[in-house]
């Protein structure tokens, strides 16, 4: 069942896009700024919703990306979220407005003070009951408390509960928040504290946000191997593991773009865009394919699915091909050199005694043949990613000063 959209809008997005234009110099992003604050009617107007001011943000972020500005990217790319109904109103007020994400986290510090005050109460009983319990009782409470905790749910019947909007978008509002915690040992002496300090104040700000990128792409990476092993995984499942993780494909991709729609006739799962400006379109399929690989007289070939994802792309690359003058004058997208990479099936999945191996060997040489389309498994995806990752991880850890 699709979800009807309940677009979104008002004084408090035309105040955020309107402050915006003082964040650029790019003429070009500057003028689709302007074409937003004129579907909204400036200042006391209509603040006119709906798919056209989706796609007018969406506009935005692409120009942005295309400009190499990934910060207001994503900012526009929250704009149009809320516009489209994803976000709610306060989502948008933690990222882009400090009074709002002040407020938020004096909220937060109030529900954790509340929290170690029942956590102390629960002592308190416990101290009262038992008085000569010891720290391992004090554990054992409440890792029971914890415990206890994974069989509480809302339920689904008249019995359930039903959540406000008020508290809907708390939740949502504390599921995109991040709370940042030092899990550090306790010096044991005013010398180790000091030294502690130094070490502190000597992180490189750099290596830090490398070492944080690489621990959420091991996140995003774990996630999307969660869902290729739940054989009841969506395509729209992995796309969602997959957005905005354009890494995963390979470092020739510069970003994701945010529109997936260009022509009439054509939704793109996820658009990249390479460091060259142009256009390469991945085409998901679900990894739970049993007949990707079939044996045909001793022959091993693609089974209907692989040829019907092809054929799918490949429509994708003619139309693109065909429009390729109005998309770049339209969008900025250079589509003329177009490529297209189908992600379908895994091996876990393939029935008929195939191996891994002839998996692989059959899709290498099906992709020999092909020109624009590469066939890959989420499997080879996954792999793909793994080595990077590592590879990464080992030029971190390696010593900058080291000529070798």
């Known amino acids: 069942m699709t979800r009807m959209a309940r677009y979104r809008s008002g004084f408090t997005l035309w105040r955020m896009v309107e402050a915006t234009r003082d964040l650029t110099e790019q003429v ?37 990306l295309l400009r190499e500005d990934i910060g207001l990217a994503r900012r526009f790319q929250h704009f149009a979220g809320y516009a489209r109904g994803d976000l709610f109103l306060e989502i948008l007020e933690n990222y882009y407005d400090e009074k709002a994400r002040q407020r938020s986290e004096e909220q937060m510090r109030r529900m954790v003070a509340m929290g170690a005050d029942r956590a102390a109460a629960a002592l308190d009983v416990l101290c009262r009951d038992q008085p000569d319990a010891t720290a391992g009782d004090a554990r054992d409470l409440f890792r029971g408390i914890a415990q206890s905790g994974d069989h509480l749910g809302l339920g689904s019947g008249e019995g359930g509960i039903q959540l406000s909007t008020k508290e809907v978008r708390r939740l949502q509002q504390f599921g995109h928040m991040e709370i940042v915690l030092r899990s550090l040992p306790r010096p044991a002496s005013p010398e180790a504290a000091r030294m502690m300090s130094d070490v502190l104040a000597d992180i490189d700000a750099g290596l830090l946000a490398q070492l944080l990128e690489m621990q959420a792409r091991r996140v995003g990476l774990a996630a999307l191997r969660a869902a290729v092993e739940d054989s009841k995984s969506s395509e729209s499942a992995l796309h969602a593991c997959l957005k905005n993780q354009e890494w995963i494909f390979g470092g020739a991709y510069v970003a994701e773009l945010a529109r997936r729609q260009y022509t009439p006739d054509a939704i793109l799962d996820i658009p990249l865009l390479r460091g060259d400006g142009s256009l390469h379109v991945v085409e998901l399929k679900r990894a739970n394919i049993n007949d990707l690989v079939i044996r045909r007289s001793g022959h091993l070939m693609p089974g209907a699915p692989a040829h019907h994802a092809v054929s799918q792309a490949q429509n994708y690359l003619r139309i693109m091909d065909e429009n390729r003058h109005s998309i770049l004058a339209d969008y900025g997208v250079d589509t003329r050199r177009v490529s297209a990479t189908v992600v379908i099936g895994h091996p876990r999945y393939v029935n008929g005694g195939v191996t891994r191996q002839e998996i692989a060997e059959t899709l290498r040489t099906y992709n020999a043949h092909a020109v624009r389309i590469e066939v890959i498994t989420y499997e080879g995806l996954l792999d793909s990613a793994e080595r990077m990752l590592a590879f990464s991880s080992t030029r971190q850890h390696s010593d900058p000063s080291d000529p070798n």
Request: negative net charge; aromatic residues 6%; without cysteine.
């Open 28 to 64: 070009t992003v500057r003028e689709r700024i302007d074409a937003v604050l004129s579907v909204m009617g400036g200042f006391g107007g209509t603040y006119g919703k709906g798919r056209r001011l989706v796609d007018a943000l969406e506009d935005v972020a692409q120009e942005a």
